[in-house]
């Protein structure tokens, strides 16, 4: 009792961040980059994790620290099997400030990597996962394919990076944010998060694993315009269900109205042996072509997620194209800039030391005045070096026009 007494005073809380050290954590493996940041897979006492941090040019810029904050602070909000857990946010040396997670043994989501029948339940999983994490308060608003990874033991959902995710809560970073391919249209235009963006873009994941015929009219209600779409995530959860079940009920009636007619005929089995033969193959029949309409619809579905994942990557490549060329503009406004600042600094200072009022005639006057035109050059120099905001060829260029600009002004003089 008397030890605990001792104890200095201080917090207490599971708030309360935590001090660890670079000693304890070993075996360092970058495993993914991204625009902003990078994750290291790493071993401690035993484990492995994951460490989330900014590379290096972004390490020291408040903005993207405020990111990864933001991203900490939302994942510790959540408690869930299908959400990557996060540990501490620490300070590890060559890594700088680190979200330590849990380590994710699995793979990115795809129709080639999961069968059909794994589909349905796998998006079941991401609905309910969705819905929780709705409960919340927090939009994920990057939900893509990428981010859902499918776990190697157990094949179950763990949905990853909250990097852009947003609640009501938080008050900074209400940027328009996603990926441009499933990204919703009313995403683009609002700083407002709303649950019905990620609806868009699990419609978006939806189309990509080619759940099937009985799913298309679902799909394309999560696509449509923000105020026809479905309010929340157990609606969609619901119409998936209802959906899944069209195929039994079908094949139910079928059977059915089959054992209708079969029961008819085995009233005068002799005479309709024949009928019923030709029925039954009608019925291989139809289910051979039903196999077949079911392959070319998937195949068609497949041909047209990879026409829109062309087509936005034609999109990307215009888009960085416009910002090389506008890039260009700029440094040319910048290069045209600097070169009439120098000109004009070439004039003023020659006009300054009186350098065209030298007798030609006289030595002394012609040392005098290569002495300004010399110093004028070096100005010239210590204004182009500074010239940062230009490239190292234009800044060349820019050294040799004025060098020329002056030299022409010295010997006009000299020739006279």
Not at 282 to 291: F, M, T
Not at 328 to 343: F, S
């Amino acid at each position: 009792m008397e030890e605990r007494e001792n104890i200095e005073s201080g917090y207490f809380g599971k708030d309360m961040p935590v001090v660890e050290s670079v000693e304890e954590y070993s075996d360092f493996t970058e495993v993914s980059s991204g625009r902003f940041f990078r994750v290291i897979k790493t071993r401690k006492q035993g484990r492995w994790w994951m460490l989330k941090c900014l590379k290096p040019e972004y390490a020291e810029v408040p903005f993207y620290q405020h990111m990864l904050q933001k991203e900490y602070d939302v994942l510790i909000l959540m408690s869930h099997p299908n959400v990557v857990m996060a540990l501490s946010m620490t300070t590890i040396s060559d890594y700088g400030l680190c979200i330590v997670m849990e380590y994710i043994d699995g793979k990115v989501l795809s129709a080639e990597g999961v069968a059909r029948p794994e589909r349905y339940r796998l998006m079941i999983q991401l609905c309910d996962t969705l819905d929780y994490i709705h409960s919340l308060q927090i939009v994920h608003r990057d939900l893509k394919p990428q981010n859902i990874l499918v776990s190697n033991n157990g094949h179950n959902i763990k949905l990853i990076d909250f990097g852009l995710s947003d609640t009501d809560s938080h008050a900074e970073l209400k940027q328009p944010a996603g990926t441009v391919a499933y990204i919703s249209p009313e995403q683009l235009a609002s700083n407002r998060p709303d649950v019905r963006n990620d609806i868009y873009s699990l419609g978006r994941v939806m189309q990509e694993m080619a759940m099937g015929w009985q799913y298309k009219w679902i799909i394309r209600r999560m696509l449509a315009p923000i105020d026809s779409r479905y309010a929340n995530v157990s609606n969609v959860k619901r119409s998936l269900q209802r959906a899944h079940r069209i195929p039994y009920i079908l094949s139910l009636i079928a059977v059915f109205a089959l054992a209708i007619v079969v029961g008819q005929l085995m009233k005068g089995k002799q005479m309709y042996t024949p009928q019923i033969d030709g029925l039954n193959v009608n019925v291989e029949l139809l289910k051979a072509r039903a196999d077949s309409l079911q392959d070319k619809l998937d195949a068609t579905t497949a041909e047209c997620s990879q026409l829109h994942r062309e087509l936005n990557q034609s999109a990307q490549e215009i888009s960085r194209l416009q910002q090389q060329n506008d890039a260009h503009d700029k440094e040319e406004l910048a290069y045209d800039k600097m070169l009439k600042t120098g000109k004009q600094l070439i004039d003023k200072r020659l006009k300054d030391t009186n350098f065209y009022s030298y007798n030609n005639d006289n030595d002394n006057g012609n040392v005098i005045r290569y002495r300004i035109y010399t110093d004028v050059c070096n100005e010239v120099q210590e204004l182009v070096k500074k010239s940062t905001q230009i490239s190292q060829a234009m800044r060349t260029n820019l050294s040799t026009e004025l060098t020329k600009y002056i030299s022409n002004k010295y010997m006009e003089i000299v020739n006279n």
